[in-house]
């Protein structure tokens, strides 16, 4: 079974704090996303990575940077954290095959609170 | 990316059957998915259907999908309790995911 894990499951920061979340894959996926999810809005892309040290901007990457430096590992770091950062934070990956299903396969998401 | 729009909300009685509705706006999307997140608990993903495709099955599920009318709807048969929970369309274009707000499906005795 294909697992993504995330390093927490609940986050509380301060405002101006630096925030790192960790994402890992066990499956030598290529590509790997951040999402963040908010009620109402569902899903929205962060950022996208479809190899090590490569990253490509999603629809809301304002405020936050990513790090792939090994393949089975993805982080989305908030340089200063704000309160409008609160959210749940959702990691996923997926296989490239050229014309084939790529699924993305999802963590379990990290709830995260900045006061 | 694309708009893909979903109702929030669908109230069922168990045991009665659920349609969910998507519709999206680029037709270029190869693959189309549903995915159920339970509370608490990251997505996990339920079906997907191949754009040349207008239907596929599987148990209780039925996937139906009008590209002319970009319509997509997930009908889940005999509803019940553990069914409860939010799902999301999503659609695929070039190893991304556009996803639609998700529907709270509430499932009531």
């Known amino acids: 079974d294909v697992k993504v894990t995330q390093s927490s499951r609940y986050l509380v920061k301060r405002t101006g704090e630096k925030v790192f979340l960790e994402c890992v894959q066990d499956?030598?996926?290529?590509?790997m996303f951040w999402y963040r999810q908010d009620p109402g809005l569902g899903l929205r892309l962060i950022y996208f990575s479809y190899d090590v040290k490569m990253k490509e901007k999603g629809d809301i990457p304002e405020g936050y940077s990513v790090s792939r430096e090994k393949k089975e590992r993805f982080s989305l770091i908030l340089e200063s954290a704000s309160t409008n950062q609160t959210s749940m934070y959702l990691c996923?990956?997926?296989?490239?095959?050229?014309?084939?299903?790529?699924?993305?396969?999802f963590g379990p998401g990290t709830r995260l609170t900045v006061l | 990316g694309e708009d893909v729009e979903q109702s929030l909300f669908l109230s069922v009685r168990e045991g009665d059957s659920s349609v969910i509705n998507c519709t999206y706006t680029d037709s270029s999307s190869t693959y189309l998915y549903w995915y159920k997140q339970e509370p608490g608990a990251g997505l996990q993903l339920l079906t997907y259907?191949?754009?040349?495709?207008d239907m596929k099955q599987d148990q209780r599920l039925t996937v139906l999908l009008n590209k002319k009318d970009k319509h997509l709807s997930l009908r889940i048969a005999d509803t019940q309790t553990g069914d409860s929970a939010i799902y999301f369309c999503a659609l695929l274009n070039d190893y991304k995911l556009s996803f639609g707000a998700g529907t709270t499906v509430t499932v009531r005795a």
């Open positions: 499956m030598d996926h290529e590509n």
């Open positions: 259907i191949f754009s040349n495709m």
């Open positions: 996923a990956s997926s296989p490239v095959r050229r014309g084939e299903n790529n699924e993305q396969f």
